[in-house]
Protein backbone atom coordinates (compact mmCIF):
# COMPACT_ATOMS: atom_id res chain seq x y z
CA UNK A 1 0.00 0.00 0.00
CA UNK A 2 1.40 2.88 -1.07
CA UNK A 3 0.33 6.11 1.35
CA UNK A 4 1.13 10.12 1.91
CA UNK A 5 4.02 10.14 4.04
CA UNK A 6 2.13 13.25 6.56
CA UNK A 7 -0.97 11.27 7.21
CA UNK A 8 -0.87 8.31 10.04
CA UNK A 9 -1.74 5.10 10.67
CA UNK A 10 -4.73 5.91 13.20
CA UNK A 11 -6.17 8.34 10.66
CA UNK A 12 -6.16 5.89 7.55
CA UNK A 13 -7.89 3.26 9.72
CA UNK A 14 -10.32 5.52 10.38
CA UNK A 15 -11.35 6.66 6.98
CA UNK A 16 -11.53 2.76 6.12
CA UNK A 17 -13.96 2.50 8.81
CA UNK A 18 -16.21 5.30 7.05
CA UNK A 19 -15.68 3.36 3.56
CA UNK A 20 -16.63 0.32 5.30
CA UNK A 21 -19.73 2.02 6.91
CA UNK A 22 -20.92 3.44 3.71
CA UNK A 23 -21.60 0.28 1.83
CA UNK A 24 -23.40 -2.10 4.73
CA UNK A 25 -26.38 -2.11 5.87
CA UNK A 26 -26.93 -0.25 8.49
CA UNK A 27 -29.73 -0.57 11.24
CA UNK A 28 -32.33 2.71 11.53
CA UNK A 29 -35.65 3.22 12.37
CA UNK A 30 -38.09 5.04 9.91
CA UNK A 31 -41.38 5.94 10.29
CA UNK A 32 -43.71 6.87 7.60
CA UNK A 33 -45.56 10.11 8.34
CA UNK A 34 -47.99 10.83 4.98
CA UNK A 35 -47.76 12.12 1.70
CA UNK A 36 -46.76 15.13 -0.19
CA UNK A 37 -47.01 16.23 -4.06
CA UNK A 38 -48.27 13.58 -6.21
CA UNK A 39 -51.61 12.05 -7.53
CA UNK A 40 -53.25 8.52 -7.44
CA UNK A 41 -53.38 5.55 -10.20
CA UNK A 42 -54.69 2.66 -10.96
CA UNK A 43 -51.95 -0.01 -10.91
CA UNK A 44 -51.57 -3.80 -10.91
CA UNK A 45 -48.92 -5.48 -8.41
CA UNK A 46 -48.17 -9.08 -8.50
CA UNK A 47 -48.02 -9.92 -4.76
CA UNK A 48 -50.79 -7.22 -3.84
CA UNK A 49 -53.52 -7.67 -6.28
CA UNK A 50 -55.16 -6.04 -9.43
CA UNK A 51 -56.91 -2.69 -10.02
CA UNK A 52 -55.52 -1.11 -6.54
CA UNK A 53 -55.83 2.71 -5.97
CA UNK A 54 -52.76 4.21 -4.79
CA UNK A 55 -50.21 6.98 -3.81
CA UNK A 56 -47.91 7.95 -6.59
CA UNK A 57 -46.53 10.98 -4.47
CA UNK A 58 -43.39 12.24 -2.49
CA UNK A 59 -43.60 10.74 1.13
CA UNK A 60 -42.75 11.95 3.99
CA UNK A 61 -40.54 9.69 6.12
CA UNK A 62 -38.71 10.16 9.44
CA UNK A 63 -35.45 8.43 8.91
CA UNK A 64 -33.74 7.54 12.77
CA UNK A 65 -34.92 11.09 13.78
CA UNK A 66 -34.43 13.11 10.39
CA UNK A 67 -37.38 14.00 8.54
CA UNK A 68 -36.98 14.21 4.40
CA UNK A 69 -38.75 13.41 1.39
CA UNK A 70 -38.56 9.94 -0.20
CA UNK A 71 -40.31 7.83 -2.86
CA UNK A 72 -41.27 4.14 -2.72
CA UNK A 73 -39.02 1.45 -5.05
CA UNK A 74 -41.27 -1.24 -4.01
CA UNK A 75 -44.71 -1.63 -5.38
CA UNK A 76 -45.34 -5.18 -4.22
CA UNK A 77 -45.46 -4.35 -0.18
CA UNK A 78 -48.13 -2.74 1.62
CA UNK A 79 -46.62 0.97 3.63
CA UNK A 80 -46.16 0.40 7.14
CA UNK A 81 -47.64 2.25 10.10
CA UNK A 82 -45.06 3.21 13.53
CA UNK A 83 -41.78 3.21 13.68
CA UNK A 84 -40.11 0.12 11.87
CA UNK A 85 -37.06 -1.11 12.09
CA UNK A 86 -35.12 -1.03 8.66
CA UNK A 87 -31.71 -1.13 6.94
CA UNK A 88 -29.88 1.77 5.07
CA UNK A 89 -28.22 0.62 2.22
CA UNK A 90 -27.05 1.56 -1.19
CA UNK A 91 -29.30 2.08 -3.65
CA UNK A 92 -28.51 -0.95 -6.15
CA UNK A 93 -28.74 -3.28 -3.23
CA UNK A 94 -32.68 -2.95 -2.49
CA UNK A 95 -35.46 -3.51 -3.08
CA UNK A 96 -36.30 -6.41 -0.58
CA UNK A 97 -37.49 -9.31 -2.23
CA UNK A 98 -40.55 -8.84 -4.78
CA UNK A 99 -41.93 -12.05 -4.17
CA UNK A 100 -41.08 -12.76 -0.48
CA UNK A 101 -38.38 -15.23 -1.00
CA UNK A 102 -35.56 -14.61 -3.71
CA UNK A 103 -33.44 -12.01 -3.32
CA UNK A 104 -33.13 -9.88 -6.55
CA UNK A 105 -31.99 -6.40 -6.15
CA UNK A 106 -32.63 -3.68 -8.58
CA UNK A 107 -28.49 -2.93 -9.44
CA UNK A 108 -26.38 -0.36 -10.36
CA UNK A 109 -27.53 0.36 -14.02
CA UNK A 110 -31.67 1.07 -12.85
CA UNK A 111 -29.86 3.14 -9.62
CA UNK A 112 -28.33 5.34 -11.51
CA UNK A 113 -31.22 5.98 -13.17
CA UNK A 114 -33.38 6.66 -10.63
CA UNK A 115 -30.18 9.10 -9.02
CA UNK A 116 -30.59 10.70 -12.82
CA UNK A 117 -33.75 11.34 -12.73
CA UNK A 118 -34.24 12.48 -8.93
CA UNK A 119 -31.43 15.03 -9.65
CA UNK A 120 -33.20 16.47 -12.94
CA UNK A 121 -36.85 15.94 -11.69
CA UNK A 122 -36.77 16.52 -7.86
CA UNK A 123 -37.20 19.65 -6.05
CA UNK A 124 -38.14 20.69 -2.57
CA UNK A 125 -41.02 22.23 -3.92
CA UNK A 126 -42.23 19.24 -6.83
CA UNK A 127 -45.35 20.13 -8.13
CA UNK A 128 -47.84 17.31 -8.35
CA UNK A 129 -47.27 16.55 -12.04
CA UNK A 130 -43.86 16.27 -11.65
CA UNK A 131 -43.84 14.11 -8.35
CA UNK A 132 -46.72 11.40 -9.67
CA UNK A 133 -44.30 11.08 -12.90
CA UNK A 134 -41.18 10.32 -10.84
CA UNK A 135 -42.80 7.81 -8.66
CA UNK A 136 -44.45 5.92 -11.80
CA UNK A 137 -41.37 5.85 -13.31
CA UNK A 138 -39.17 4.59 -10.10
CA UNK A 139 -41.78 1.96 -10.17
CA UNK A 140 -41.25 1.26 -13.87
CA UNK A 141 -37.30 0.95 -13.69
CA UNK A 142 -37.50 -1.21 -10.36
CA UNK A 143 -39.63 -3.53 -12.04
CA UNK A 144 -37.62 -3.48 -15.59
CA UNK A 145 -34.88 -4.29 -13.13
CA UNK A 146 -36.42 -7.51 -11.13
CA UNK A 147 -36.97 -10.49 -12.00
CA UNK A 148 -39.16 -11.71 -9.16
CA UNK A 149 -42.29 -9.40 -9.26
CA UNK A 150 -44.29 -7.42 -11.64
CA UNK A 151 -45.78 -3.89 -11.70
CA UNK A 152 -47.62 -1.86 -14.01
CA UNK A 153 -49.81 1.05 -14.66
CA UNK A 154 -53.29 1.38 -15.36
CA UNK A 155 -54.20 4.70 -14.80
CA UNK A 156 -53.76 7.81 -13.24
CA UNK A 157 -56.25 10.22 -11.86
CA UNK A 158 -57.22 13.47 -12.14
CA UNK A 159 -57.35 16.98 -14.80
CA UNK A 160 -53.63 16.01 -14.48
CA UNK A 161 -53.51 12.69 -15.79
CA UNK A 162 -52.48 14.02 -19.22
CA UNK A 163 -49.70 16.25 -17.78
CA UNK A 164 -48.24 13.01 -15.90
CA UNK A 165 -48.32 10.83 -19.65
CA UNK A 166 -46.09 13.63 -20.64
CA UNK A 167 -43.67 14.06 -18.33
CA UNK A 168 -43.31 10.30 -17.80
CA UNK A 169 -42.27 10.29 -21.46
CA UNK A 170 -39.69 13.61 -21.20
CA UNK A 171 -37.87 11.16 -18.55
CA UNK A 172 -37.51 8.34 -20.85
CA UNK A 173 -36.39 11.13 -23.74
CA UNK A 174 -33.95 12.07 -20.76
CA UNK A 175 -32.35 9.03 -19.89
CA UNK A 176 -32.02 8.12 -23.42
CA UNK A 177 -30.44 11.32 -24.42
CA UNK A 178 -28.58 11.85 -21.26
CA UNK A 179 -26.88 8.61 -20.44
CA UNK A 180 -24.00 10.62 -18.88
CA UNK A 181 -26.34 12.92 -16.71
CA UNK A 182 -25.74 13.93 -12.95
CA UNK A 183 -26.77 12.01 -10.42
CA UNK A 184 -28.21 12.34 -6.88
CA UNK A 185 -26.82 11.05 -3.92
CA UNK A 186 -29.14 8.38 -3.06
CA UNK A 187 -29.68 5.56 -0.87
CA UNK A 188 -32.65 3.02 0.23
CA UNK A 189 -34.06 2.03 3.27
CA UNK A 190 -35.52 -1.55 3.09
CA UNK A 191 -37.77 -3.18 6.23
CA UNK A 192 -40.98 -4.75 6.95
CA UNK A 193 -43.03 -1.89 5.48
CA UNK A 194 -42.47 -0.60 1.65
CA UNK A 195 -38.77 0.14 0.68
CA UNK A 196 -37.96 3.68 -0.16
CA UNK A 197 -35.57 5.81 -2.13
CA UNK A 198 -34.10 8.36 0.10
CA UNK A 199 -31.17 11.31 -0.32
CA UNK A 200 -27.80 9.99 1.62
CA UNK A 201 -27.41 11.53 5.24
CA UNK A 202 -24.94 10.13 7.52
CA UNK A 203 -25.76 6.11 8.44
CA UNK A 204 -25.10 6.58 12.52
CA UNK A 205 -23.49 7.46 15.41
CA UNK A 206 -20.57 5.29 14.42
CA UNK A 207 -19.94 7.16 11.35
CA UNK A 208 -20.30 10.62 13.74
CA UNK A 209 -17.50 9.09 15.45
CA UNK A 210 -15.05 8.26 13.21
CA UNK A 211 -15.38 11.52 11.44
CA UNK A 212 -14.78 12.82 15.31
CA UNK A 213 -11.18 10.39 14.81
CA UNK A 214 -10.82 11.98 11.43
CA UNK A 215 -10.85 15.76 12.22
CA UNK A 216 -8.77 15.56 15.99
CA UNK A 217 -5.86 13.45 13.49
CA UNK A 218 -5.96 16.08 10.79
CA UNK A 219 -5.78 19.13 13.64
CA UNK A 220 -2.83 17.27 15.42
CA UNK A 221 -1.36 17.06 11.92
CA UNK A 222 -2.26 20.99 11.30
CA UNK A 223 -0.10 21.64 14.82
CA UNK A 224 2.79 19.03 14.18
CA UNK A 225 3.29 20.73 10.75
CA UNK A 226 2.60 24.52 11.35
CA UNK A 227 2.68 25.05 14.93
Not at 104 to 114: D, E
Not at 122 to 131: D, F, K, L, R, W
Amino acid sequence: MITHPRISQPILFALALLSVVSLKATPITVSELGVGAGETVWINSSSLGNNLHVYASVVKLNVGGAYMDGFCIDPWHWSASGALPYDLEPLANAPKSANNSSANPMGASAAKQIEQLWKQYYTAGISNVYAAALQIKIWQIVDNAVSNGSFSLLSVDGGDSAAVYLTLTAMDNFLLNNPNAPTANLVAVTGSGQDYVIPNVPESGVTVLLLGVVFAGLAALRRRFVG
